[in-house]
């Protein structure tokens, strides 16, 4: 739904869920108009939502919400809240992205979207039927550094993309101690660390490469019982000793081979992809590396602002370079004055807030939405189908997404 009011109208914010993510998106849509007075876009944060009394009113008393309640269907209802964000649990996020799109509100959900392709699906279709936009936290395509690989790959100047390898492994469930939260139930969380990583890595691959066709799977738990950690106590990272153990029901570890869907020339890249929750020694070491016949770059989210670049096969200076990002990367300036300050992954989520709301607000659409989740879901789908048939599993395309589109000349352009 396009927003008709004037742009120097405050947009109505709403919060659904005061956690760590709600408070992010709440300082990020606080601080778009300062990062970015020349859009004309302000804010106001009109009303949140949590069923804990105690973040209710953290949200009233520290964010600054003018209001707050215990069920975000008042949030809904409220006429002052322009857009919404989404920032419950998995298995909430269905129930609430179909009904805030029913409310007429556009919303900003995290990922994954839905549990499933399917849910995810469900959440997309009420989102066109209502005409509202869309956006989902896919914050790594954000960094100035991927945005600055993006446009290398786009130019040209790696040529042909043949092949890319991904790994986002991190150590959060790497205590075998750790609490079983509801991430690690399917009803609650649905897959394990393919919805919660590598949801991410795929879109990385998708928004920088092009849409993912076809993979084959293997997943694995490592960890096969946790303590159990009752809902509403503790937090995930909560470590239990000689708990009463339930069981973990979806994956600490995915690998895939992928395909990509053939591009202009009639020749797709492949690669690897990885994802695990339970390595020791990485902590959030999300990391991809693209290879083409011309040139290659490496990314690493623990060293976000910097960036690896390879191009050209001869000369005194072959093989890779380390680019730091800096004015002219993506929204850099907008930050950091120079290279070698570093910007921060909340920064990451400023950017995001301001493409929202500038696709709200009637602007370009730069943002990730409904049918990025839709797409990814889609792979991670696909993925556990695999690790069950042990056979390829081929992917359907999904229309309106943001994924990258390469030309018979190498230049790419933006679906």
Same mark, same amino acid.
């Given at each position: 739904?396009?927003?008709?009011?004037?742009?120097?109208?405050?947009?109505?914010?709403?919060? *659904?869920?005061?956690?760590?993510?709600?408070?992010?998106?709440?300082?990020?849509?606080?601080?778009?108009?300062?990062?970015?007075?020349?859009?004309?876009?302000?804010?106001?944060?009109?009303?949140?939502?949590?069923?804990? %009394?105690?973040?209710?009113?953290?949200?009233?008393?520290?964010?600054?919400?003018?209001?707050?309640?215990?069920?975000?269907?008042?949030?809904?209802?409220?006429?002052?809240?322009?857009?919404?964000? *989404?920032?419950?649990?998995?298995?909430?996020?269905? =129930?609430?992205?179909?009904?805030?799109?029913?409310?007429?509100?556009?919303?900003?959900?995290?990922?994954?979207?839905?549990?499933?392709?399917? =849910?995810?699906?469900?959440?997309?279709?009420?989102?066109?039927?209502?005409?509202?936009?869309?956006?989902?936290?896919?914050?790594?395509?954000?960094?100035?550094?991927?945005?600055?690989?993006?446009?290398?790959?786009? =130019?040209?100047? +790696?040529?042909?993309?043949?092949?890319?390898?991904?790994?986002?492994?991190? %150590?959060?469930?790497?205590?075998?101690?750790?609490?079983?939260?509801?991430?690690?139930?399917?009803?609650?969380?649905?897959?394990?660390?393919?919805?919660?990583?590598?949801?991410?890595?795929?879109?990385?691959?998708?928004?920088?490469?092009?849409?993912?066709?076809?993979?084959?799977?293997?997943?694995?738990? /490592?960890?096969?019982?946790?303590?159990? +950690?009752?809902?509403?106590?503790?937090?995930?990272?909560?470590? *239990?000793?000689?708990?009463?153990?339930?069981?973990?029901?979806?994956?600490?570890?995915?690998?895939?081979? /992928?395909?990509?869907?053939? %591009?202009?020339?009639?020749?797709?890249?492949?690669?690897?992809?990885?994802?695990?929750?339970?390595?020791?020694?990485?902590?959030?070491?999300?990391?991809?590396? *693209?290879?083409?016949?011309?040139?290659? +770059?490496?990314?690493?989210?623990?060293?976000?602002?910097?960036?690896? /670049?390879?191009?050209?096969?001869?000369?005194?200076?072959?093989?890779?370079?380390? /680019?730091?990002?800096?004015?002219?990367?993506?929204?850099?300036?907008?930050?950091?004055?120079?290279?070698?300050?570093?910007?921060?992954?909340?920064? +990451?989520?400023?950017?995001?807030?301001?493409?929202?709301?500038?696709?709200?607000?009637?602007?370009?659409?730069?943002?990730?939405?409904?049918?990025?989740?839709?797409?990814?879901?889609?792979?991670?789908?696909?993925?556990?189908?695999?690790?069950?048939?042990?056979?390829?599993?081929?992917?359907?395309?999904?229309?309106?997404?943001?994924?990258?589109?390469?030309?018979?000349?190498?230049?790419?352009?933006?679906?």
């Amino acid at each position: 739904m396009m927003r008709e009011t004037a742009a120097t109208t405050p947009i109505g914010v709403g919060l *659904i869920s005061v956690g760590w993510m709600g408070q992010l998106h709440s300082k990020a849509y606080r601080a778009v108009p300062m990062v970015y007075p020349e859009l004309g876009i302000t804010t106001r944060l009109v009303q949140a939502a949590d069923s804990s %009394d105690a973040r209710a009113a953290f949200a009233r008393d520290v964010l600054g919400y003018a209001t707050s309640a215990l069920d975000y269907r008042e949030v809904l209802a409220n006429p002052e809240v322009d857009v919404v964000s *989404i920032c419950a649990p998995n298995f909430l996020h269905a =129930e609430m992205g179909i009904a805030a799109a029913e409310a007429g509100k556009s919303f900003w959900i995290e990922k994954p979207a839905g549990r499933s392709a399917a =849910e995810t699906g469900a959440i997309a279709a009420a989102a066109d039927a209502a005409g509202v936009v869309t956006s989902v936290g896919f914050n790594y395509r954000h960094a100035p550094a991927v945005e600055h690989a993006k446009k290398l790959i786009a =130019e040209g100047s +790696l040529g042909r993309i043949t092949n890319v390898r991904g790994t986002f492994f991190a %150590d959060y469930s790497a205590e075998p101690h750790g609490a079983l939260s509801w991430r690690f139930t399917r009803a609650l969380a649905g897959s394990g660390v393919l919805g919660d990583l590598m949801g991410h890595l795929v879109d990385l691959m998708h928004y920088l490469v092009g849409p993912i066709g076809e993979v084959s799977a293997v997943t694995s738990t /490592v960890y096969t019982q946790r303590p159990v +950690l009752q809902m509403g106590q503790g937090t995930h990272f909560a470590v *239990i000793e000689n708990g009463e153990l339930g069981p973990v029901e979806n994956e600490d570890y995915s690998a895939m081979l /992928v395909r990509f869907a053939d %591009d202009a020339e009639g020749s797709g890249a492949v690669g690897t992809l990885e994802a695990s929750r339970v390595a020791v020694g990485p902590r959030a070491r999300y990391t991809f590396e *693209i290879y083409g016949t011309e040139g290659s +770059l490496s990314w690493n989210f623990e060293r976000m602002n910097e960036l690896e /670049v390879a191009i050209g096969r001869t000369g005194d200076h072959i093989g890779y370079t380390t /680019v730091y990002a800096s004015p002219g990367f993506g929204d850099f300036s907008r930050f950091q004055p120079g290279a070698g300050t570093a910007m921060g992954y909340d920064d +990451l989520k400023v950017i995001e807030a301001k493409k929202f709301l500038v696709a709200v607000s009637g602007g370009e659409r730069l943002n990730s939405t409904i049918h990025d989740a839709v797409a990814a879901a889609r792979v991670v789908s696909a993925a556990e189908e695999s690790g069950i048939s042990r056979g390829w599993v081929a992917i359907p395309p999904t229309v309106g997404t943001t994924a990258a589109v390469r030309e018979p000349s190498g230049v790419g352009s933006r679906a």
